[in-house]
């Protein structure tokens, strides 16, 4: 009884929250250069994202600066030092810009630095146009966990997950694709 009732409860709060659509995205796109977080792109995150237990982090970002709409805590895009292989075989001590770097990828060209995202770096084991969302996805791979990130034209969504946690890269993108066909319908 306990489960029942808090789904309902959970599926009452999600169909009463007002989601941004069209011009609403549009006006939070040009209000989050201030730097505040939007109580309604958290929804995304907190009721549609991470509720399903396949995601471990979520961020949303535009997608023409990567200013963030919102995201789970501590978890950004960030600009820091890091040494970066290069193609004679030594490493440079180079400024990782993980935002532009992302805006690159998601526009189809591999960035130098390769995908870097919250100071962590992943393989790009694929890059194709989802089925279900019709959105640009990008996947990497970790040790024990990836991230999978969709271009839904307006905003990139982000979310990672840990196999540690029994969560896959499979249940990521189905729930990530599932909020971006929403978001590019909008």
């Not at 995205?25 to 907190?46: A, F, K, M, R, V």
């Not at 979520?58 to 805590?73: F, H, K, N, Q, V």
């Not at 030594?90 to 526009?107: C, G, P, R, S």
């Not at 591999?110 to 089925?131: C, F, H, L, V």
């Amino acid at each position: 009884p306990d489960c029942i009732e808090t789904v309902t409860l959970l599926a009452n709060y999600i169909l009463k929250s007002t989601w941004p659509t069209g011009d609403a995205i549009q006006s939070t796109l040009s209000s989050s250069n201030s730097g505040g977080e939007s109580p309604t792109w958290q929804i995304y995150i907190d009721k549609t994202l991470l509720a399903r237990g396949n995601i471990t982090e979520a961020l949303l970002c535009s997608s023409t600066d990567g200013s963030i709409l919102s995201s789970t805590p501590g978890f950004m895009l960030k600009t820091y030092q890091a040494e970066i292989p290069q193609e004679d075989g030594t490493d440079k001590q180079e400024t990782v810009h993980e935002a532009k770097n992302l805006i690159q990828l998601m526009n189809g060209s591999k960035p130098s630095q390769g995908m870097r995202i919250n100071e962590i770096k992943y393989q790009i084991i694929r890059t194709a146009i989802d089925e279900v969302s019709n959105c640009y996805s990008v996947h990497g791979k970790k040790t024990m966990g990836g991230c999978c990130v969709f271009h839904t034209g307006k905003i990139f969504i982000i979310a990672t997950f840990d196999e540690r946690k029994d969560q896959t890269s499979v249940g990521c993108a189905s729930v990530v694709s599932d909020l971006a066909k929403h978001l590019k319908d909008t």
